[in-house]
């Protein structure tokens, strides 16, 4: 039997885009928490523990673009040709607040206050045109002959928006739960208060975006709702309620340490194993399917190859860099 190349492909690309989803949302979230965080000490040591990993975390979204091309070009070709504008806007800001990034640590005091604001707006503006495109994914793209036939604006609605504000939401929660692991003191105190309502915000986000979606989308309901699916499907509502109940008590009383960090992963987890469910075996919403839109088995047999080379050095040095820098970081001192 030899290997089914799509479905290998469609895995790397899942878990690609996965690993983003953790490495670098808790480290957008740190951008999102800026806000609410007035003091320009805790603000210093908020960046710095994300300091020697963050660049990293994007090599992630790097993998996942790069095996999109290499593995489903007419994927691809859809996706960036309907998306076009919130991707552009996702990458403007993460460049932009890679610069504030180091700019905010050597500029002088009358300027540290922009580079603070363009650090939190860069962070703002690449998770809510993320989101955005994840809910103008979930609505589909118009096609024709295997060419996209949607309008420029096509990924605009009101439930794309409201999935952009949604992963606001859950970055957010991923950011003050890795802060709790790896602050003390007055901020440590400051992200526990923040996780209790940013938890109720994203499981009010969740119950929209659950009941929005079937609504909007007769084919997805169908499969949820479908025998044998919903036997399948019916633990997950319990499994995220019992994820934001387990928050809310680890975050009560005691030192909850990486406990609300591990449950806010799986809860993220909850939401992207549905969104996977929901679509498989489709790529192009609604109904160009891995398939349908993979390239040439010569093409996928060869990148797969490099693929498997390259992916457990970036396990690997991903892994070895959190644990060199693993511990607390304190104000001035970095980590000890």
């Known amino acids: 039997m030899g290997i089914d190349l799509p479905v290998v492909w469609a895995i790397i690309i899942a878990f690609g885009l996965m690993m983003y989803v953790i490495m670098d949302g808790f ?18 040591v908020m960046v710095n523990t994300v300091a020697p990993v963050w660049d990293g975390n994007e090599t992630w979204l790097v993998l996942g673009g790069a095996a999109l091309l290499a593995a489903f070009p007419l994927a691809y070709a859809t996706i960036l040709s309907a998306l076009y504008i919130p991707l552009v806007a996702m990458l403007l800001g993460l460049i932009w607040r890679g610069v504030a990034f180091e700019f905010r640590f050597k500029a002088d005091e009358a300027h540290k206050p922009f580079w603070d604001r363009a650090f939190a707006g860069g ?64 901020l440590y105190d400051r992200m526990v208060a923040l996780a209790r309502p940013i938890t109720l915000a994203l499981l009010a986000v ?16 169908a499969r949820w709702f479908s025998f044998p699916n919903i036997v399948f499907f019916s633990p997950v509502p319990l499994l995220v309620l019992l994820s934001g109940w387990l928050i809310l008590r ?31 075996p489709n790529i192009i919403p609604p109904d160009i399917t891995i398939r ?19 992916i457990p050095f970036i396990l690997g040095y991903t892994a070895w860099s959190y644990y060199v820098f693993r511990g607390k970081v304190k104000a001035g001192e970095g980590y000890h």
Not at 27 to 37: A, C, E, H, N
Not at 174 to 182: A, D, Q, R, V
């Open 123 to 186: 962070s703002y503006l690449a998770t809510f045109a993320q989101g955005v495109s994840l809910g103008a994914f979930l609505n589909g793209f118009p096609m024709e002959n295997g060419s996209y036939t949607g309008g420029a604006l096509h990924w605009l609605s009101p439930f794309s928006l409201s999935t952009g504000f949604g992963l606001i939401v859950a970055y957010a929660l991923l950011g003050s739960t890795w802060l709790i692991i790896k602050t003390e003191g007055a």
């Open 292 to 310: 349908e839109a993979a390239a040439p088995p010569q093409s996928m047999g060869f990148t797969l190859v490099g693929a498997l080379f390259i």
């Open 206 to 221: 969740i119950a929209v975006v659950s009941l929005w979606t079937p609504f909007a989308h007769p084919d997805i309901a």
């Open 250 to 280: 680890s975050l009560q009383g005691g030192a909850p340490h990486a406990g609300p960090f591990v449950l806010a992963l799986f809860l993220l987890f909850l939401g992207y194993s549905g969104l996977g469910i929901s679509l498989w």
């Open 27 to 44: 480290d957008l979230g740190i951008g999102i928490l800026f806000p609410f965080v007035g003091d320009r000490d805790d603000r210093d």
